[in-house]
T-cell receptor
Framework: EAAVTQSPRSKVAVTGGKVTLSCHQTNNHDYMYWYRQDTGHGLRLIHYSYVADSTEKGDIPDGYKASRPSQENFSLILELASLSQTAVYFC??????????FGPGTRLLVL | GQQVQQSPASLVLQEGENAELQCNFSSTATQLQWFYQSPGGSLVSLLSNPSGTKHTGRLTSTTVTKERRSSLHISSSQTTDSGTYLCAIDLNSGTYQRFGTGTKLQVVP
């Protein structure tokens, strides 16, 4: 069974603070993704990566950075957290054009 | 505009009834997947169906690529089927997928 883990599972952050969300996969997948989910918007892609040390912008990259230091790890960084970034964040991994396997999600509350 | 539209937005069924969920997309797609999100939030892939008809268990998906639509049929619904069903389309020739906003299904006893 494919495995994607995320940490932390929930976090409360202050406006203007730095937040790092981490994702680890043991699937040997080349693609990794970060999504956010908000009520009424479904899942929206923030950043993705298809190889270590390289990241690509998704549909809503503004205010977020991503880092892929290895094939297994993919981080999402909010340098200056804002209220509008309160959401649930999901990480996923896949082979190209293949089924995505999702992590359990991280609930982020920015106050 | 919305590139992946799902309907209905929500649906309530009696246990045992069938459900028909729709997904319409604005561009040609090389990959289409249906996902299930549990009430607790976890996401799992149900099936991948870029064209034609596919079955798995009580689920049947039919995708008509030329008409840019896909459906997911759930037969003999159970209370454990309750959750949100998401359609995802690969609109960039394999780069990544875009998701619809989902259909929230509630199956009552």
């Amino acid at each position: 069974e494919a495995a994607v883990t995320q940490s932390p599972r929930s976090k409360v952050a202050v406006t203007g603070g730095k937040v790092t969300l981490s994702c680890h996969q043991t699937n040997n997948h080349d693609y990794m993704y970060w999504y956010r989910q908000d009520t009424g918007h479904g899942l929206r892609l923030i950043h993705y990566s298809y190889v270590a040390d390289s990241t690509e912008k998704g549909d809503i990259p503004d205010g977020y950075k991503a880092s892929r230091p290895s094939q297994e790890n993919f981080s999402l960084i909010l340098e200056l957290a804002s209220l509008s970034q309160t959401a649930v964040y999901f990480c996923a991994s896949s082979h190209r054009e293949d089924t995505q396997y999702f992590g359990p999600g991280t609930r982020l509350l920015v106050l | 505009g919305q590139q992946v539209q799902q309907s209905p937005a929500s649906l309530v069924l009696q246990e045992g009834e069938n459900a028909e969920l729709q997904c319409n997309f604005s561009s040609t797609a090389t990959q289409l997947q249906w996902f299930y999100q549990s009430p607790g939030g976890s996401l799992v892939s149900l099936l991948s169906n870029p064209s034609g008809t596919k079955h798995t268990g009580r689920l049947t998906s039919t995708t008509v690529t030329k008409e840019r639509r896909s459906s997911l049929h759930i037969s003999s619904s159970q209370t454990t089927d309750s959750g949100t069903y998401l359609c995802a389309i690969d609109l960039n020739s394999g780069t990544y997928q875009r998701f619809g906003t989902g259909t929230k299904l509630q199956v009552v006893p």
